[in-house]
């Protein structure tokens, strides 16, 4: 009897006492096992995806990642550049041993090991591939999730939820039925409708008594700026005048003197 058969029975078992715990049947099978928690599901995820073992590349296995063999000194025996060069491989001869020139993908995500990869990362001690658990499913009170919900933050949860609300305005608008969505727009448009009347009409309020006051006189609101332009622009003058009085000054003291003292 397989490990699966053996929780499947015991979820039967538990099922008759909670209904709910049939949603989880379907997804027990294969290499499946359950996990329980009552605390935070993000760092239990966490927790999970950290623990995880390297292992070799095994003949016939899938690869999971593209793997990438490094350029450098391999510790092989020039004997054994024949080996790389059937994997076309570019390789060197460095102070009697065998090192590869560039880096090399050696396998491609999804792709089959074969027993030339799997000889030539042993060869290399590389372990390429880590095995771990992995999270597929979370049930909650007879709910199934996907495990990519665990993955959304705050900022995600608000961004939708205002998405969310800002197409049940759309819709409350466009319908013209108020709903707690778009009582702020309806809200904000008859402020408006009211500012319109004000402004239109002899009607005022207290928001449009400025407004009306200065459409009214526009030139009483204007700035007094000219006369302190006046006074700023008469200095600069003044001093140029000085400057430019100033060499005559000069010039008469010279000129008092006799030509023939």
């Known amino acids: 009897m397989g490990k699966n058969t053996m929780v499947r029975k ?30 935070d599901l993000g ?15 095994k003949v016939g296995a899938i690869s999971p990642t593209d793997v990438i063999v490094p350029a450098g000194p391999t510790g092989m025996e020039p004997t054994q550049t024949s080996f790389l060069q059937a994997l076309s491989i570019p390789s060197k001869i460095v102070k009697g041993q065998v090192e590869i020139a560039n880096d090399v993908k050696l396998l491609s995500a999804g792709q089959k090991v074969g027993s030339s990869e799997a000889a030539l990362l042993a060869k290399l001690s590389i372990k390429p591939f880590f095995y771990g658990l992995g999270i597929l499913k979370i049930y909650d009170e007879g709910s199934i999730y996907d495990a990519s919900v665990l993955d959304m933050t705050d900022d995600v949860i608000l961004q ?69 332009t006046g006074k700023t622009e008469s200095k600069p003058a003044a001093k140029e005048e000085k400057k430019k009085e100033e060499p005559k000054e000069e010039e008469d003291e010279d000129m008092g003197f006799g030509l023939f003292d």
Do not use: M
Not at 11 to 31: D, M, Q
Not at 47 to 56: D, F, G, Q, R
């Open 10 to 39: 015991a979820v039967r078992g538990a099922a008759e006492s909670n209904e709910n715990l049939t949603a989880l049947l379907p997804h027990i099978k294969n290499n499946v096992g359950l996990l329980f928690a009552k605390d």
């Open 43 to 57: 760092a239990i995820k966490k927790i999970i995806l950290e623990n995880k073992v390297s292992a070799p590349a």
């Open 160 to 228: 939708k939820f205002s998405a969310g609300l800002k197409n049940v305005a759309s819709i409350s608008l466009a319908l013209g039925k108020p709903s707690l969505a778009s009582l702020p727009h309806l809200l904000k448009k008859g402020y408006k409708n009211v500012l319109s009347v004000s402004l239109a009409t002899d009607f005022t309020i207290k928001q449009t008594e400025q407004l009306k006051a200065y459409l009214a006189n526009p030139n009483a609101f204007a700035a007094s700026t000219p006369a302190t």
